[in-house]
């Protein structure tokens, strides 16, 4: 059964308990920061922070008002870290949806950080390798459930069945779920009433197309004539899905 995040930015007070309890899991040091004028820390995700409230300030008609939305990798269906990354199964799939880096055989070629529409997987010069939420797969495979969503106080992490996690937001009124459709789907969601961009989600996330032609310029001559055809196939298979799902957005 393909599971889910689907995350509930509203009822997010910053706590950022997932943050911490992302780092205790995967024990990963803190970072050292410096004080920019914002309760947001770290300001960005790096190697060793795999999730992240961004603090978005508005003014509004009583003051201000925190937008919180929580950052990680959005492990799409159609991961494009996955199309693009040269070396057999250094990034994986898992069968509950978990898109999975394996950091012994990452060889740093940072396609994966060129080519993913969110900026997620972050690289290492220290090490040469690059890093990213893993959604907690060996957690999932023993029945429980990710770090961060077991922290939540709140319950604005919820976890579980795709399907299921879709149905009971509809059912709350969230019509439009970000993440249902974005990217061919992704199983870290958003039911959110606003625009997306009022939290800093893109409204059209899209690979840049030179993140995937430059790999394949690069990777071109090491391939095989039967493996370079399959990979050329899937790039243009690719491109032509997302032409249809745009189009078919437009005609909608
Ligand atoms: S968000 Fe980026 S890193 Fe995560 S699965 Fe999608 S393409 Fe890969
Ligand atoms: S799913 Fe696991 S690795 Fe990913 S952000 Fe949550 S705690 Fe961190
Ligand atoms: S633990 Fe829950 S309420 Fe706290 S910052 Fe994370 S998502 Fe928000």
Redo the contacts with the bound molecule.
Sequence with gaps: MEKAFL?YPE?????????V?CKQWNQLPAEVTANYGTYENPPKLSFITYTK?KYTEKKNSSGIQWL?L?EQCLHCREATCMLVCPVPEAIIRTKEGAVVLNRDKCIGCKHCVNACPFHIPQFDPVTGKVSKCHFCHTRIAEGMEPA?SQ???????KFGDRDALLRQAKNAGYQSIYGEKECRGLNVMYAIKVAPKQYGLPEDPHVPKAALFGWLRICKPLLGLGSGIAIIAAILDFFNRKNNSKEKTTTD
């Design positions: 995350i009822n997010c007070i910053g706590c950022r308990a997932c943050q309890a409230i919180f929580k961060c922290i939540c106080p709140t319950g604005a992490i």
